[in-house]
């Protein structure tokens, strides 16, 4: 088994899970053969370009997740506000840093009043 299969076929059976689909329902969404999938699932597929690029957009996986296996190991909430940002525009992501800065100052000195 190559080194990538474990971490490609957990991410896929991961987020097919959290997005409540079928392997079937995935294969349908991305194109491609339901068969694909199973085999990714079971770490024997060795999936072309033409056939990852869909199936990880379709379970809105990060690709980190699957070439850095030790960051699907991050908690949920960090998870997805790395998702979030990502998303954002250069104009929105911007706007965004001074809000957060402001956010985790006030609650990182919260933190340090409480441990006092």
Do not use: H, W
């Amino acid at each position: 088994m190559p080194e990538y299969a474990r971490p490609l076929g957990d991410a896929v059976k991961r987020a097919r899970g959290k997005l409540d689909m079928t392997q079937c329902e995935v294969a349908e969404a991305a194109d491609i053969d339901v068969r694909t999938v199973l085999n990714i699932e079971n770490y024997k597929g060795n999936p072309k370009m033409e056939v990852l690029y869909p199936l990880v957009r379709v379970l809105q996986i990060d690709a980190r997740e699957i070439f850095n296996p030790q960051f699907g190991q991050d908690s949920p909430a960090l998870q997805q506000l790395r998702l979030l940002i990502e998303e954002c525009s250069e104009e929105e992501a911007s706007a965004i840093i001074p809000v957060l800065q402001a956010v985790l100052a006030a609650l990182r000195e919260k933190r340090v009043i409480d441990i006092k």
